[in-house]
């Protein structure tokens, strides 16, 4: 069973810059999964979707449910399209990890048994990996949509903030509603906070502060470039500071690009 990731956190405050960086730090295969609706995992390592005709899971589903799936799937029952089609058209295989992209929410029709069927599958294709690493946005969306039920360390991103700050401390009482389970909550702080700032954040109830993300002009260069965050300098300060942060939680990190 691999070791379940959740990277949370509000817009802009690097949470898929963490993802990303994970994803080069964490030795073992990996399955990646964008929760993020806003979809730029993908070109943070260095995956062009459109290009390679990857389709989100979310453009899948409504494939299904508007029959427009191909008339070879239409005797299959729901939970067999729902599988091919993750398979065939949503997986990026890649070196050292796979992607699946969830998408928007869908928002017509009755999407329960479809969410459960992705539950189950995400759950069943998840076994085949050392680690899923999960980029969600600060609402935990798609996690509200049972998609994703459990978690082994849960990793929130904030920024100094004070909204950020609420969102972040706000985690298990929002986890706790919506019945999703994790062993531990991490916080950690964007390169924005100053030592000061970072001082504030060991108070935090029922949640452990491991660090901060250094600030790193590559990481700007590389986004604007298009170049995969997997390329930057194993040196630099923020593949440095991830894998300190990564190391104080327990797990053990390589310094070294995937191969």
Known sequence: MATRIIVTGRGGTGKSTFSALCVGALEGPKL???????????????????????????????EIQTGNAGQSMESMPLPEKIEYLLQLSCLHEGPGFDLLT????????????????LRSLISELS??????????????EHINRRVVSRADDVFAITDPSAKGLRNTRRFAEIANGIDFSYKNLYIVAN?????????SLTDTEHARYLGKIEPDSQVESFDWSGRSLLDLPQQSPACQSVRKVLEKAGYKTIDRKLT
């Open 127 to 140: 076994s085949n990996y050392d680690f899923a690493v999960f980029d969600s946005p600060a609402g935990l």
């Open 32 to 62: 990646v999964i964008d929760a993020d609706p806003d979809q730029c995992l993908s070109t943070l390592l260095g995956i062009d979707l459109q290009t390679e005709g990857i389709k989100t899971v979310s453009e899948a589903m409504h």
């Open 102 to 117: 969830l998408g928007v929410k869908w928002t017509r029709g009755c999407y329960c048994a479809p969410n459960n069927t």
């Open 191 to 199: 390169y924005r906070f100053s030592a000061e700032l970072t001082e």
